[in-house]
């Protein structure tokens, strides 16, 4: 992969004030190498590829290809090199390290259960995600790439999907869960705890399925075969067991160990093969063929703490150490070290493969002050040219492969140590505190800055909303047309636009008395006069509503003790509409053009309506009738219409709505008469 330094930013002002460069940073593009490679290859059946051998010169980069164009040479892939290092601003343990699905960003578990998320190209922060308190110990995606599970020391199992949403959790074991991994139709998932047991969950229901209860000890590690009803799980009590998982059945026990288990994993690319990893500092590759070890990867001093097998290369394998140390492996290559006479061949190699010696590999490179403390977890990028390496040193680590005619990265502080590289001139003790310092002044920099961001995200999206909410629910927009939290302000409604609730600002001529409990409104004459209404004429408009004004007046001059005598109905005879109809709803902003800021009659828009007036359709009157069928909201719903048939009135609505919108056609035949008539023509076998 290529390998460039870039600036995120030119420079800044350091806290003394003084202007400083600031350091420039590794960026690694996976994309020309990839457009290399799509460039010149060929497919298998006109040969083989013709590509430009590297040569140990820098001006050679441009020659790198991608771990898939060269699956026979898997020695290409080994991580020697450090890419970068990022800390959190938390400074916890690094417990879990997982690649986002398209290799953009990984994704990195902390102790204080918070998931952090590293751009994997430019590696600064990007955003945190917290998921309760406690230390996030297992994180596993589905098959498919559209679920992440994660698990905890509380035993609380999370849902993740792919933007970090969390729309679920439940409680799965009593104890620490240690391990998980899912079913090859993600369908169910297998959880591993110290509760010495391990059970299988429907992933839609979340209900527990089986319980596999016969380790005698913690269970630290689980894996379910990648294409077989297969579970396989390791214990504290030294003993990986495979499981049957439809009969929770111990199928075989596979000794070897002399310690707890630490990581059991399927080899992804070649399935029959098992790798586990123990306290014992030895990691054993298992053939399920034969159900036995092949392989021992020896090379650690202390325990093997976590292990990954290489997405392209089945025979690559990367191993962590209790000390710190990285390993990668090729199932391939013993690499026999110079002081040990004793060799050994590979079982396939020999007469008699079931009874044969596993054979012993040593590490084809190993770092060995990759980390400064424990390497908890460790994951390869889905390309196969990263692997990212998560610490209790509260470090997060990038490691690739070499450049061409790169000779440097051999000799830094994680191959010879701090005094080693000192001795070399490949480091210096006070610039690497320095540049320490200043790397961890930038990645805090960059969380403020990725923290800033993300919370200007969260207001914009409210103040798109139109700063509504709904109560109960903090974030969420209210509804379109509704105002929310007392608002007045009426909110547009997609589609149809502003549609306020029968507003007569029509009527400019109208005064409002604020001065005294009395309020005075023009006579009928005053009114200027109203446009034509479909329907209704701007005359029969002017009497109805004199005679609104004549009730309202009636029941002013009721004594305020007293409820207010009924006056007499409304009779619509008096407006001239033809029999059986009634005035239609003023449409949206009024019916005339007055421009004024005049107020409008209470009994039209607000109070109490004055008992005795029949409601009208469209037109609420403060809690009387509105719209036959539509319930809430002022003018337009309510409860049943006074004088009105209220299901009627509705059924003669959509009565009319359904005639004017039908289409006239014949009924559609039935299945059996289109059977019929395709018999007729001859459009039929006989059945043999």
Known sequence: MNTSFGHTANSYDDPEGAFRRRRPRPITDYGSSMIQWVSNRKPPYKGSYHYEQERPSQSYVIDMLPPPARRDAPAESIPVRHLHTSLGKSKKPVTVVRWMPEGRRLLAGVHNGEFMLWNGMSFNFETVTAMGSSSLRAAEWSNRKDWLVAANDEGTVYYLQPTLNNPHQFKGHDAPIRDLAFAPSDAKFVTASDDNTLKIWDFTSSTNESTFTEHGWDVKACDWHPTKGLVVS????????????????????????????????????????????????????????????????????????????HPIHPSLISTGGDDGSLHSYLLTEPNTPAGISST?????????????????????????????????????????????????????????????????????????????????????????????????EQEEQDEAEGLEDQANQGGQSTAAAGGLSIPGLPGLPGLPGLGMNGSTTNQPITGIGNVPPPALSLLSGLQHNNAGSGQAYPTVSQIP????????????????????????????????????????????????????????????????????????????????????????????????????????????????????????????????????????????????????????????????
């Open 234 to 309: 390791g214990s504290k009590d030294h003993s990986v067991r495979l499981w049957d998982p439809r009969t929770c059945r111990n199928l075989t026990t596979l000794h070897g160990h002399k310690n707890a288990i630490t990581a059991t994993v399927f080899s992804r690319v070649r399935d029959q093969l098992l790798a586990t990893a123990g306290r014992d500092g030895l990691t054993r590759i298992f053939d399920l063929r034969m159900m036995r070890d092949v392989a021992i990867l020896r090379g650690h001093d202390k325990g093997v703490t976590t292990l990954s097998w």
């Open 529 to 688: 006069p109203f446009p034509s209404v479909p329907g209704m004429d701007a005359e029969s408009l002017q009497r109805l509503l004199a005679l609104t004004q004549q009730q309202y007046q009636h029941q002013q001059q009721q004594p305020v003790q007293q409820p207010p005598a009924g006056p007499p109905p409304i009779d619509f005879t008096q407006l001239g509409l033809p029999a059986g109809s009634y005035p239609p709803p003023p449409p949206p902003g009024g019916v005339g053009g007055g421009g004024g800021s005049s107020q409008i009659p209470p009994p039209l828009i607000g109070g109490s309506a004055p008992p005795g007036i029949i409601g009208i359709p469209g037109i609420g009157l403060g809690g009387g009738g509105g719209i036959p069928g539509l319930s809430g909201g002022n003018g337009v719903g309510g409860g049943p219409s006074n004088g009105l048939n209220a299901a009627a009135a509705a059924a003669a609505i959509a009565a009319a709505n359904d005639a004017a919108s039908m289409r006239r056609r014949a009924p559609l035949p039935s299945q059996s008469e289109g059977f019929k008539a395709e018999q007729a023509r001859g459009n039929y076998r006989i059945a043999r």
């Open 344 to 440: 050994t061949i590979s079982p396939y190699a020999s007469s008699d493969p079931r009874s044969a010696p596993a054979q012993s590999i040593y590490p084809a490179h190993r770092i060995p002050h990759a980390h400064d403390s424990s390497i908890w977890s460790i994951d390869w990028h889905p390309l196969g040219h990263i692997l990212a390496t998560g610490s209790n040193d509260h470090f997060t680590r990038f490691w690739s492969r070499a450049q061409p005619g790169q000779t440097t990265c051999f000799k830094d502080q994680f191959h010879l140590g701090e005094e080693g590289a000192e001795a070399q001139g490949t480091w210096d003790r006070k610039f690497g505190r320095r540049q320490a310092k200043e790397l961890e």
